[in-house]
T-cell receptor, first 111, second 113 residues
Framework: DTEVTQTPKHLVMGMTNKKSLKCEQHMGHRAMYWYKQKAKKPPELMFVYSYEKLSINESVPSRFSPECPNSSLLNLHLHALQPEDSALYLC??????????FGEGSRLTVL | QQQVKQSPQSLIVQKGGISIINCAYENTAFDYFPWYQQFPGKGPALLIAIRPDVSEKKEGRFTISFNKSAKQFSLHIMDSQPGDSATYFCAASIKVRGGKLIFGQGTELSVKP
């Protein structure tokens, strides 16, 4: 079982809704990541937090808003999404220079 | 320069056979080459990884072969089993700088009983 826990596993939302994805790790990792994965494609990096500070934003639209409340938690706030944002959203963690561990993902459907 | 090219896109192997997936890169600064295995509906899981100072690494039925001069690396799955059916992603990064992983496009492996 993965040590990176993501909730919810499935989420359906309308284009006017506001929702959040949550991620938690207890491995003492100091870097946490959000990836987006479309079917039959590799994961695409969205955001990286290092020591609870946003270090990488891969030019992600502002309708996606990350938050890192502490070293174990990572949130992704969603607002006014488009149907093309439907995807598997993966959280990952690592030491700043270390192996990347992924969660099982949150499957998002935008209607 | 930042791309990792992976082939084949899909692969069908008989049970007990050898599965071979190949990747090529251009950036000679890459110093970390992991392989991830992903089952449907699950997140990718690290399978095996290699650094360019070794030419081969073996873990159970899984072997990475690395050719630094050709800038290529490959995953061999010996005695392939139906339970190995998954999508495999190679990746590369500049580890020492904590650089981001550059993923290949993935190979969908199907092992037939």
């Amino acid at each position: 079982d993965t040590e990176v826990t993501q909730t919810p596993k499935h989420l359906v939302m309308g284009m006017t809704n506001k929702k959040s994805l949550k991620c938690e790790q207890h491995m003492g990792h100091r870097a946490m990541y959000w990836y987006k994965q479309k079917a039959k494609k590799p994961p695409e990096l969205m955001f990286v937090y290092s020591y609870e500070k946003l270090s990488i934003n891969e030019s992600v639209p502002s309708r996606f808003s990350p938050e890192c409340p502490n070293s174990s938690l990572l949130n992704l706030h969603l607002h006014a999404l488009q149907p093309e944002d439907s995807a598997l959203y993966l959280c990952a963690s690592s030491q700043p220079v270390g192996e990347l561990f992924f969660g099982e993902g949150s499957r998002l459907t935008v209607l | 320069q930042q791309q990792v090219k992976q082939s084949p896109q899909s692969l069908i192997v008989q049970k007990g056979g050898i599965s071979i997936i190949n990747c090529a890169y251009e950036n000679t600064a890459f110093d970390y080459f992991p392989w991830y295995q992903q089952f449907p509906g699950k997140g990718p899981a690290l399978l095996i990884a290699i650094r360019p100072d070794v030419s081969e690494k073996k873990e159970g039925r899984f072997t990475i072969s690395f050719n630094k001069s050709a800038k290529q690396f490959s995953l061999h799955i010996m005695d392939s089993q139906p339970g190995d059916s998954a999508t495999y992603f190679c990746a590369a990064s500049i580890k020492v700088r904590g650089g981001k992983l550059i993923f290949g496009q993935g190979t969908e492996l199907s092992v037939k009983p």
